[in-house]
């Protein structure tokens, strides 16, 4: 994988690989460890769910308990940040990133320096083809679905849901509800990617 992210981040130009899967299925995982074997002044990663609205904004929409569902961000805002990476080569440009620990997104908190060739992104809806999420799949050179055993990506899902203060019932219940359904939507998209991982990172046909 370290190989072909390489060769991506060699240009030409700018060029976008998309990680995508269910909730707890280890994208964010993935796309850290890949940042921390890439030259930073080459290779960004910049997760989509810097674009979820604020609770405060889900709270008045009646929309915080489906947090995670496609409505629950701002979609067209992520849509736009990736065309401006695409055509702002040597050009600084910040993204939010969302923080776990407070379950919020915080403005700015990402650089992308004007000499980054790749930009890896990792998120849920990366493959849906409802608006706008649909303008998103044209804008990757490459995009990866992680597909681990169900009961593997479930307990992990559980266990970020108790370390960040849920009781063990309230995370079981997050998980088998809302993160459950968004996960049913996710995977129907599998079939869209260029190439599916398994739990042990071997790729599928």
């Not at 849920?124 to 649909?134: A, K, M, S, T, V």
Request: overall charge negative; aromatic content about 6%; hydrophobic content about 40%.
């Amino acid at each position: 994988m370290l190989d072909r992210v390489h060769e991506l981040a060699a240009g030409p130009g700018r060029r976008i690989l998309g990680i995508v899967g269910g909730p707890g299925a280890g994208k964010s995982t993935l796309a850290a460890a890949i940042g921390e074997r890439t030259d930073p002044a080459r290779v960004a990663v910049v997760g989509m769910d810097g674009w979820h609205l604020a609770n405060s904004t889900l709270e008045r929409l009646g929309r915080l308990e489906r947090k995670g569902a496609p409505d629950t961000f701002d979609s067209a805002g992520y849509v736009a940040f990736l065309e401006r990476f695409r055509s702002g080569a040597g050009t600084m440009i910040w993204a939010p990133e969302y923080r776990r620990s407070v379950e919020e997104s915080i403005g700015g908190a990402l650089e992308i320096g004007p000499d980054v060739t790749l930009l890896v992104t990792e998120g849920n809806y990366l493959l849906c083809e409802d608006p706008p999420w649909d303008r998103v799949r044209a804008l990757l050179d490459e995009a990866w679905f992680l597909q681990p055993p169900e009961d593997v990506r479930r307990a992990r899902l559980i266990a970020r849901h108790e370390q960040v203060g849920r009781t063990p019932e309230e995370a079981i219940a997050r998980a088998d509800g809302s993160d459950a359904a968004n996960a049913a939507v996710i995977a129907r998209t599998a079939p869209r990617a260029d190439v599916v991982l398994t739990d042990d990172g071997t790729p599928d046909p």
